[in-house]
């Protein structure tokens, strides 16, 4: 790993690209924004939003320079030598190591050993790191923002600025005691973040950007092409709409229905907004609670909140964290 000193001076005549992967309300775009307050130097962040929704993937993107001419730029990072993960699920739709340089580093909050993230990615000529955030954030800060803790992460395998000039940064976003546990949460972050580190650093030197690609004239039209490359809005061509979209897997909870204690209220029903709630209609000729569909439950836990008898519960997606491997 590269030390303070050393990556002053490789950032005089370089550029550091990290890269955030996120769902949207967990904090992504305000650890870019931070990263650069934060930094001595220059630095430029940007974010990249899909559908603006809580709990869908975001992408935001730093540059950071000793020089500025170096940062004069907007567009999004291709080849970052950082890239954090605040969100485990993510690793399953989508490709978060995609250009990430050789001997860079991958930071992710899981509970997955280092070997194991390895075979997820399929990448084994990158340095990894895990910590368990979501756990952190729940014990200090209350709720699942694992923005801040992803960056002590980050300080702990590339220390491009300091805890206390990221403590400063945050001190002037928030306020109070709400600074204060979000910089008691990277001090942990710092001490639990666990290395797998392959004695390799990734060659600042080489430009790996991606060329910059232009679609010429002469295409076939959505007539020639094959179904599985156009997107369709006739229903009766091909399956479509937000159903087949995977928002179960946007939250960190899976929400558990107790049939025993259900009575049928339907007010989780009423108030779910992925109509995630299963109703089927009994032989009295009655709607009954039949259970939630995982699918799409993004565990919002409005229906925890309004459930009058408690039938409704919550449990972590993921366990205890653990470390493959001792730091070299």
Not at 19 to 42: I, M, P
Not at 204 to 209: A, E, P, S
């Amino acid at each position: 790993m590269l030390t303070a000193e050393q990556l002053k001076e490789v950032l005089k005549e370089n550029v550091i690209n990290l890269r955030f992967h996120a769902r949207g309300g967990q904090g992504g775009v305000t650890a870019s924004n931070l990263c650069v307050e934060a930094f001595y130097g220059y630095g430029v962040c940007q974010p990249m939003f899909g559908a603006e929704r809580m709990g869908s993937p975001t992408e935001s993107y730093v540059r950071l320079s000793a020089n500025d001419d170096l940062v004069r730029t907007n567009e999004q990072v291709y080849a970052p030598h950082v890239v954090a993960v605040l969100d485990p699920s993510l690793l399953g739709e989508i490709d978060v190591t995609a250009g990430l340089a050789k001997g860079g580093w991958l930071i992710v909050n899981t509970v997955l050993n280092q070997v194991e993230i390895q075979d997820v990615v399929g990448r084994k000529d990158i340095n990894i790191g895990t910590i368990d955030a979501t756990r952190i954030a729940l014990d200090v800060l209350g709720r699942n923002i694992t923005n801040t803790i992803i960056l002590g992460g980050i300080i702990r395998v590339m220390p491009i600025f300091s805890i206390e000039a990221l403590g400063d940064a945050i001190m002037r976003r928030f306020k109070g005691e709400v600074a204060a546990k979000n910089i008691a949460a990277i001090k942990q972050a710092i001490e639990e973040t666990c290395v797998y580190d392959i004695g390799k650093d990734p060659d600042f030197t080489v430009d790996t950007k991606v060329p910059w690609q232009q679609v010429f004239p002469g295409l076939p039209g959505y007539k020639e092409v094959d179904k599985a490359g156009v997107w369709y809005c006739d229903e009766d061509v091909i399956e479509m709409g937000s159903g087949l979209v995977n928002t179960g897997s946007w939250g960190e909870y899976d929400m558990i229905w107790d049939e025993e204690k259900c009575t049928d209220c339907a007010q989780c029903w009423y108030i779910c907004p992925d109509f995630a709630i299963i109703r089927e209609k009994g032989e009295d000729g009655l709607w009954h609670m039949k259970g939630i569909d995982q699918f799409h439950c993004k565990s919002c836990q409005n229906c925890l909140e309004v459930c009058p008898v408690e039938a409704i519960s919550k449990k972590l997606k993921q366990g205890p964290a653990s470390c493959a491997a001792p730091e070299n």
